[in-house]
């Protein structure tokens, strides 16, 4: 494989790309470059060990790993790269309920971690991306800071605005 940007989006099937495209979003916005593509841990197997073994060398410093159901992909490839990975359960057709696809994501055996967020949050995965490669990297850590800014600033939005609501009630 090619010389990579430094975060490798990867997900165990087309179907999840609606979810997992949110990280790529953040990202777009952040000006953060990134590759996205599909491996899977069942279906690719050889190409899922051969990605994850070649991602540091490559140049990739986090890999984001979404997969739903059965979802071996953020585990395994966390087994076989030293590289932060950060999880993404997705709600797929095959989950039952999302549970299946969490708790095959965040209940990894003491020595492998996977960065597991919220199912379907692979938003945060972004943002978590970001924030890891932005502690070498003072103007994603400044990006940042102005994402969480301007997220407070619209929840006091909506608090004053409800206030005004209830005031004129
Ligand atoms: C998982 O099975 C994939 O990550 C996907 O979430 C789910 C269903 O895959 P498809 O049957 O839609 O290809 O391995």
Known sequence: MSQAPQVSIIMGSQSDLPVMSKAA?????MGIDYEITIVSAHRTPERMVTFAKAARGRGV???????????????MVASLTTLPVIGV????SNSIDGWDSILSILQMPN???VATVALDGAKNAGILAAEI????????ADQL???KKKQTEKVMESVAQLARQKDNE
């Open 25 to 29: 979003e953040f990202l777009d916005g």
């Open 111 to 113: 020595g492998v971690p």
């Open 133 to 140: 490669l932005g502690t070498a990297n003072d103007n994603i």
């Open 145 to 147: 800071a102005d994402f």
């Open 61 to 75: 410093k986090v890999i984001i790993a979404g997969a739903g159901g059965a979802a071996h992909l953020p585990g």
């Open 89 to 92: 359960p997705v709600k797929s």
